[in-house]
């Protein structure tokens, strides 16, 4: 999955998330999953299993929880990328964590739980999408139209700062994969307005002045 920083950057936006909403086990449980799906997205072969078994011992207590699988489809995505595999391999596993995804997605429809954790799905299975190469598995569209979607939510104004400018970097991606130059600067920018001294923003800066010189 290319380039991992992107991930990481999606999930030090969702640590904040934890405190606002982590009232019930499971929250508190998805916050341990968070951790090392964050240490994962660094490529560590031994941190992916790590965090792919973990996701999968959660998922026996919450079979069916979209959120769980969207992490699930995310770890096995990562799997995808090990470099001792064959690539027709990690091609089928990065397939697997995809269809997991889209079932996350799926369920999402009729799911009752609170709303930042349906947006952490959201944001999770997007973040996947549109890093991977879309010349291989197309998904960028998809990815793209999710993250639209998440700029016009009714609550997007209450949710808490990391995760707006997440969600604007996202779309920043996506109008970079598209050669949009002119969107891509637009929601650079609001990144670094929105969250100027976090991790977002701090990467939107640095993607801004690559732009301008």
Sequence with gaps: MQPIWHLFLLLS???CLTPSFAS???EKEIEAVREVYLIATDG???DIRRATKKIRQLEKQYPGNPLVL???GGALALR???IGKRPLDRMRETEEGLHIIDRALRTLRSHKGHYLEIVEAQLVSTYVFINLPDSVFHRLREGQHIVKKLLIHPQFEEMPQGLQAAIYFAAAIAAKKYNNITQQKHYLELTLKTEPDGRSGKQ???QLKH???
């Design 44 to 46: 560590n072969t031994r």
């Design 204 to 206: 939107a800066k640095i």
């Design 70 to 72: 969207a992490y699930k």
């Design 13 to 15: 936006a969702l640590a």
């Design 211 to 213: 732009l301008t010189n």
């Design 24 to 26: 019930t086990q499971f």
């Design 80 to 82: 995808g990328k090990e």
